[in-house]
T-cell receptor
């Protein structure tokens, strides 16, 4: 069974500042990793994914994440945030059983 | 771009009533899922469905829940006798699952149905 830990429940950040959201996972088998974003009162939108290949993955809206197998991490970064990035961000992991296990989420609040 | 759709967007029901939540997955996808998110909590897996049968279910998915693919396009979640604690956002998702390669694991989510049990 796999599990996901998002180390920060709330991250306040000023507009145009960088942000990093931390995600660690545990799994005994190979994993596939995802970041989803949920804007207020909306569904889940895929930001980016790691399935195989390069450990640095780029997603939509200027986000990127790096898969670190030795540290079992998949941290999400953006060099310069906008007000519109205010949302909840979920890290998720899947392995051989296809189902997604989600972290508890990180609320990002961007202030002017 | 193809997308997963869900109806209704909001359902209010009384405790003990049956509800059916509907989803239309992406047309060439073979794996279907239901998840739920209780307000303020994380998204939880309920059930996965492949080849017209349940492939995995969580401990949340007890006898009051059932899923069905009644035709070639719809995928439904039925809750037989709703409880107050069933109030949540319910998300449907689908994935390709054609070659069982990495792309099988990418799930596309619908916008959700907010279920309120009173």
């Amino acid at each position: 069974a796999q599990s996901v830990t998002q180390l920060d429940s709330q991250v306040p950040v000023f507009e145009e500042a960088p942000v990093e959201l931390r995600c660690n996972y545990s799994s005994s088998v190979s994993v596939y990793l995802f970041w989803y974003v949920q804007y207020p009162n909306q569904g889940l939108q895929l930001l980016l994914k790691y399935l195989s290949g390069s450990t640095l993955v780029k997603g939509i809206n200027g986000f990127e994440a790096e898969f670190n197998k030795s540290q079992t991490s998949f941290h999400l970064r953006k060099p310069s945030v906008h007000i519109s990035d205010t949302a909840e961000y979920f890290c998720a992991v899947s392995s051989n059983d296809y189902k997604l296990s989600f972290g508890a989420g990180t609320t990002v609040t961007v202030r002017a | 771009e193809p997308e997963v759709t869900q109806t209704p967007s909001h359902q209010v029901t009384q405790m003990g009533q049956e509800v059916i939540l509907r989803c239309v997955p992406i047309s060439n996808h073979l794996y279907f899922y239901w998840y739920r998110q209780i307000l303020g909590q994380k998204v939880e897996f309920l059930v996965s469905f492949y080849n017209n049968e349940i492939s995995e279910k969580s401990e949340i998915f007890d006898d009051q829940f059932s899923v069905e693919r009644p035709d070639g396009s719809n995928f439904t979640l039925k809750i037989r006798s709703t409880k107050l604690e069933d109030s949540a956002m319910y998300f449907c998702a689908s994935s390709e699952g054609i070659l069982e390669g990495p792309s099988s694991y990418e799930q596309y989510f619908g916008p959700g149905t907010r279920l309120t049990v009173t």
